[in-house]
């Protein structure tokens, strides 16, 4: 038998990676995308993508930048993309390997700071609130922050797109993140939640008027305890975790 082998032509893909006010990305891992990467990993999370694991077992899709914010990669003969994040910002970027661009510049992070009301009361403080942001052709990215004492959060690294907003005992909320910006969102406080117990009452007198039942305030809003490894969790495993708590004995009785 006879095996033909026909080599194709490629370009390498090299270029520099700068941050949102210009100056070299020292550092990043960069990584390389096929064009058709939804067909494999179609719910891809961001970091996931970026995270060490992925790093450790993909080594040859990755390449870091250096001092000067330049990487490179193999000779490539079809389209890509291109994928990194810092402290500063992030990137996601088709590439045409017979016109790459010169120099990549990483896009700010958009923002969502918000209150988290739980009927009628601020969440208690420590509180996680998640955030899931999709644009399109683009992987999902899963963000979170924590309640303060008065119900207050903020999610600091969330790429652009529509975001759903989620936090125990609050109905989800939709919020438009922008590059740059702060989006402000309220969960929860569209009720008022009664938690007490019913006082026994005297025997009704027939010269007097029923008494009115009693009502004490008992236990406060509790602090969910989220597992250890919630950040790092997908968006499904999230929304399980919170649908199982709400019909915990502790979630049915507090909602």
């Known amino acids: 038998h006879t095996l ?13 990676l700068v941050d949102t006010v210009g100056h070299p990305a020292a550092s990043i891992p960069v990584r390389l995308l096929p064009s058709d990467w939804q067909k494999s ?16 077992h993909n080594a040859a899709d990755f390449a870091t930048t250096d ?7 193999p000779p490539q003969s079809g389209p890509v993309f291109l994928l990194a994040q810092s402290d500063a910002g992030y990137l996601f970027a088709p590439i045409k390997p017979d016109a790459p661009p010169a120099s990549l510049t990483l896009a700010p992070w958009g923002q969502i700071a918000g209150t988290l009301h739980q009927g ?33 959060f903020r999610i600091p690294r969330l ?8 936090g125990p005992g609050a109905p989800s909320e939709r919020v438009e993140v922008v590059p740059g910006k702060v989006a402000e969102v309220s969960l929860g406080g569209a009720g008022r939640t009664i938690v007490g117990t019913l006082a026994n009452l ?15 305030t008992i236990v406060p809003f509790p602090t969910v305890t989220l597992p250890p490894d919630f950040l790092t969790a997908t968006a499904a495993d999230r929304e399980a ?4 708590w709400r019909i915990s004995p502790e979630g049915a009785a507090f909602l």
């Open 4 to 16: 033909t082998v026909k080599l194709q032509h490629g370009t390498r893909i090299s270029g520099t």
């Open 67 to 73: 001092a000067a914010g330049r990487f490179s990669f």
């Open 241 to 244: 975790f919170y649908d199982a």
């Open 120 to 152: 009628s009361r601020p969440a208690a403080a420590n509180t996680w609130v998640t955030a899931r942001a999709e644009a399109s052709d683009m992987p999902t990215f899963q963000g979170a922050g924590k309640t303060d004492l008065q119900g207050r």
């Open 159 to 166: 790429i652009a797109g529509n975001a759903t907003v989620s």
């Open 41 to 56: 990993q179609p719910a891809a999370d961001f970091s996931q993508l970026l995270s060490p694991d992925a790093q450790q």
């Open 202 to 216: 005297p025997a009704p007198s027939t010269t007097a008027e029923p008494a009115e039942p009693v009502l004490e």
